[in-house]
């Protein structure tokens, strides 16, 4: 059953999205980067707006900017159920056990951290996307998110074969992670994605018309979870 997530800015992106059918509603800033956090002021006014209505996670940023960042405040929101903090810069990094103790301090906090795999790795200097999955088997992680780092590149699909996807997130599931594919993904890139390993498909341009410095709009998150529906996946 692959569940649509929408990226939303603002309490009216949210309104369309949960209009269109979305699933979940994750919260995020796309001028601050690929997983720009909100203001914790927005955060507040859109899960306030959802009431329970939809599941809820955020953008966080950096891992490398986690200690001193204002997304820190996101900790304070009751209702986001999940952070997510990209790996970008990592590559030469200590960035294993800086993760674990991000980790440790969200979950203190009462929200899971999603493991973020950059699939264009080399274009993040993040760590590769083998590693990252290791990383989230050992440390028992509930999600993994994988996603593109340079949005004014190609598709998921562009960076990383689909054949390599469905093991990699075979492999995940086996271990009881939760899987979640993103990264410019269009209505005909959903459609090769192997949507038989794959838990959540996560959008913003899509949802937007292409643009994702647009509005979200709920008919193309409605045409997006009927495309869903159509392959028998919901």
């Known amino acids: 059953m692959t ?23 994750d919260l995020k800033e796309p001028i601050n980067g ?20 939809a599941k809820v996670s955020a953008a966080a940023g950096e891992l490398l900017d986690w200690p001193t960042s204002s997304a820190r405040e996101l900790l304070q929101v009751e209702g986001i159920s999940q952070l997510k903090l990209g790996l970008a810069q990592c590559r030469d990094q200590k960035w294993r056990d800086d993760w674990l103790a991000a980790q440790r301090e969200i ?4 929200k899971d951290l999603v493991a973020v795999i950059y699939a ?41 074969a689909a054949a390599e996807l469905s093991a990699m997130f075979q492999r995940l599931r ?9 990264g410019r993904l269009t ?36 045409a997006l979870r009927q495309q869903l529906q159509a392959v028998g996946t919901i």
Not at 107 to 110: C, N, Q, R
Not at 122 to 150: E, G, K, M, Y
Not at 197 to 218: L, N, P, Y
């Open 120 to 160: 264009d790795d080399v274009a993040a200097h993040s760590p590769a996307p083998a590693n990252v999955a290791a990383l989230a088997i050992d440390a028992q992680c509930r999600w993994l998110l994988i996603d593109t780092f340079d949005k004014r590149s190609g598709t998921l699909l562009e960076c990383l």
């Open 174 to 182: 086996q271990h009881r992670v939760t899987t979640a594919a993103a």
């Open 107 to 110: 979950a203190a906090a009462g």
């Open 3 to 25: 569940q649509l997530l929408v990226s939303v800015r603002n309490v009216a992106e949210a309104d369309a999205a949960l209009r269109g059918g979305a699933d979940w509603i």
């Open 187 to 222: 209505a005909a890139a959903i459609a090769e994605l192997p949507l038989e390993a794959v838990d959540v498909v996560a959008v913003r341009s899509a949802a937007c018309g292409g643009d994702r410095a647009g509005m979200v709009c709920a008919s193309h998150v409605a």
């Open 34 to 53: 690929p997983l720009g956090a909100v203001d914790a002021s927005v955060a507040h006014e859109i899960v306030a707006r959802l009431s329970g209505r």
